[in-house]
């Protein structure tokens, strides 16, 4: 009985073993399983509802990893990864304009970058060379906690007891936003800065600590994301504007110089010399220019004298308006440009195109035009004839050829071999401009027939042979033209049309163009060309000129005269 009670009671102990083997080994098996569904939690973006702080703390460090430049080191590569970018979590949905900068600033200004000249023109190319890179770190931080406070603001704010810590978090919001609002650099940043970042890096924690909502959470980083990329699409437009507003307005400094020299024309009242003999001469070389920039059109005669073994030879006639006329007047009779003789005319006061009043009359002017394709985005500057160019033949009768220069170039060569040059019976002397052929232009030529293949021309600098283009009967072609396309944009079409197989292709060493908008041009390339041409929105004169080219510009220009001291113009 001994016996085979003993036998009896072993059975339960060895069960009792067998259950303790089976626990082990389910809590090895539950410590291997519980870090990988950690980690897939990571990799799944914690979007279900958390009921567990620890837990709710962790999601919420992943949802600050979208700002925070504080990555942990130590962890697995492909969790930082998540960490820094956490992708598709972040769909874009509408938002309204904010102050704060979010994390897909620099992403969104990325996937614009193709486009970004086509919607803004010649700015972006300013800005890239001008963008300043941000050093500050601390102010930085301070953008970065602000974010994630104002993330989980919203969400604290719901809960019950709470209501002191949602009061610190949102004056610790409002205390960032006043002192980002008036500093945008460590300098600028208030004493004792340190302790206000600790104090918000202690509510943010808490913040994180406390029961929340993830997807609360997740939506309100997703607003702030899409509110920065509203604001900086906004600051992007407005910037643009303000760059064009720049480039169309007249500098302070020079519509000074305008006035100066229009107030000492009438205290001085010059005489006119009779140059009657030189400006009717057509054995002379005639350069003709319309423009109203007193500097602009002093830097091209200068520059032509400069480069010209005879200037006695050389004569120039600038047209203007008549706001500009006696500035013009007192400029040119106060500064000799070696032998050379320069002739100003107003030309409100001649009589330029038969019906065409002279109110309907503009400065020659530039087109944008702007080509989009799959991989890259082009904006081209094309300056072409204005009506005024059609009436030269009545303003010169007697002169049989000219040359017509825009006073945004520079020359750098004697341009009397000009005068040599056989046109084999054609109107105008031009360089081609292959990078836009009419085929591309063919909305601004309408129903009439062209060559989609032939090359686009420019003003700039172009040979006119006045004999022929009354034997054509040019300006009445022209006039044709407009008349059948009234248009914004009847003078570029008009004119690519008026001279379809009237144009002689020059070499193209003579003009070198895209200074005035094109960062790409080479040293090398510059010195070769026998004139510049500062086509596009950044001219030489004002502030946004590209420097690298600015300095051949410039060199031509007299800056010991009193006037510019006067007025503070150094462009």
Not at 31 to 59: C, E, K, Y
Not at 121 to 134: I, V
Not at 518 to 544: D, R
Request: charge should be positive; include cysteine; charged fraction near 20%.
């Amino acid at each position: 009985m001994k016996g085979g009670g003993g036998a009896y009671s072993m059975m339960p102990m060895k069960k009792r073993w067998s259950w303790l083997v089976i626990a082990v080994l389910g809590l090895v098996l539950l410590s291997m399983f519980v870090p990988l569904a950690f980690l897939l939690g990571l990799h799944n973006g914690f979007h279900s509802v958390t009921h567990s702080g620890q837990r709710d703390s962790a999601s919420s460090r992943s949802g600050a990893a979208l700002k925070s430049p504080l990555i942990k080191e130590g962890l697995p590569k492909h969790v930082n990864g998540i960490l820094r970018n956490p992708g598709p979590t972040l769909p874009k949905s509408v938002g309204v304009g904010s102050s704060t900068e979010g994390p897909k600033t620099a992403q969104v200004i990325g996937q614009n970058e193709k486009t970004c000249e086509l919607k803004f023109g010649s700015y972006c190319l300013w800005r890239q060379q001008h963008r300043e890179k941000m050093k500050d770190f601390i102010v930085e931080k301070m953008k970065d906690q602000l974010y994630m406070a104002r993330a989980y603001y919203p969400s604290v704010a719901k809960l019950t007891n709470l209501e002191l810590f949602t009061q610190e978090i949102k004056q610790s919001i409002q205390e960032f936003e006043r002192i980002l609002s008036e500093s945008s650099s460590d300098t600028d940043l208030p004493p004792q800065i340190d302790k206000k970042l600790q104090k918000m890096e202690t509510t943010i924690t808490k913040a994180k600590a406390a029961v929340v909502d993830c997807n609360n959470v997740d939506k309100k980083l997703r607003q702030l994301v899409d509110l920065t990329e509203d604001e900086a699409n906004f600051h992007m437009k407005q910037s643009a504007f303000l760059y064009q507003l720049a480039v169309q307005t007249t500098p302070k400094s020079l519509h000074c110089l305008s006035m100066r020299l229009t107030v000492e024309y009438f205290k001085t009242s010059p005489d006119d010399a009779d140059l009657s003999e030189s400006l009717s001469n057509p054995d002379l070389h005639h350069y003709v220019m319309f423009s109203n920039n007193v500097l602009a059109s002093s830097v091209v005669i200068n520059s032509t004298v400069m480069h010209a073994k005879d200037s006695k030879k050389q004569v120039f006639h600038v047209l203007t308006d008549k706001q500009s006329f006696f500035s013009m007047k007192m400029w040119f009779f106060t500064n000799s440009y070696k032998d050379a003789t320069v002739q100003v005319l107003n030309i409100e006061d001649l009589d330029l195109l038969e019906g065409q009043p002279s109110t309907h009359i503009s400065m020659p002017q530039e087109l944008r035009i702007s080509f989009l394709s799959a991989s890259t985005s082009r904006t081209e500057y094309i300056s072409v004839f204005s009506h005024l160019h059609y009436s030269l033949p009545r303003i010169f009768p007697t002169l049989k050829k000219i040359v017509i220069l825009d006073d945004d170039i520079v020359v750098q060569w004697d341009l009397s071999e000009l005068w040599n040059v056989d046109m084999n019976e054609k109107v105008i002397g031009a360089v081609q401009f292959c990078m836009v052929k009419l085929g591309a232009i063919k909305s601004y030529l309408g129903k009439e027939s062209y060559d989609a293949d032939s090359c686009m021309w420019m003003s700039g600098l172009n040979v006119v042979d006045l004999v022929r283009w009354r034997e054509r009967n040019v300006t009445r072609t022209f006039q044709g033209l407009v008349q059948r396309r009234l248009t914004e944009t009847t003078t570029l079409g008009a004119t690519m049309l008026t001279f379809q197989g009237l144009l002689f292709a020059l070499d193209d060493k003579w003009v070198l163009s895209g200074l005035g908008h094109n960062y790409g041009i080479t040293k090398e390339s510059i010195n070769k060309a026998f004139v510049l041409h500062f086509n596009g929105n950044m001219k030489p004169w004002l502030e946004l000129g590209i420097p690298n080219y600015k300095i051949h510009w410039r060199k031509f220009l007299n800056q010991e005269i009193r006037f510019l001291t006067d007025c503070n113009v150094n462009p």
